[in-house]
């Protein structure tokens, strides 16, 4: 069973707003960071937004002021609200827990976002 399963995601008009949740198993979700992360087709994968577990935040210049990370240590879920969707934004979203070098566990399915018409 995987450590890591993404949704939320959707097709949304430009200037919509998607909420994207990610359950993690409490082994890795418990002791680390946890990250938004987002592929392009054609694209890498980047890290967007990231918490620490006192809730410290950190983002991208592009999701600053419209993406909101946040997690409930209670139910080992993370969240990533999403405001102002823009086309620019449709990817392949993944969660995983992350330190100083990078993702750590295998990566779950992920969840689609496509902003268009």
């Known amino acids: 069973q995987g450590q890591l399963v993404e949704s939320g995601g959707g097709l949304v008009q430009p200037g919509g707003s998607l909420r994207l949740s990610c359950l993690a198993s409490?082994?890795?979700?418990?002791?680390?960071?946890m990250g938004w992360y987002r592929q392009a087709p054609g694209k890498q994968r980047d890290l967007v937004a990231y918490?620490?577990?006192?809730?410290?935040?950190n983002y991208v210049d592009s999701a600053k002021g419209r993406f909101t990370i946040s997690r409930d240590n209670a139910k080992n879920t993370v969240y990533l609200q999403m405001n102002g969707l823009s086309p620019e934004d449709t990817a392949v979203y993944y969660c995983?827990?992350?330190?100083?070098?990078?993702?750590?566990?295998?990566w779950g399915p992920g969840t689609q976002v496509t902003v268009s018409m």
């Open positions: 995983n827990a992350l330190d100083d070098y990078g993702p750590l566990a295998s």
């Open positions: 409490e082994s890795i979700f418990t002791f680390y960071y």
């Open positions: 918490i620490a577990t006192n809730g410290t935040t």
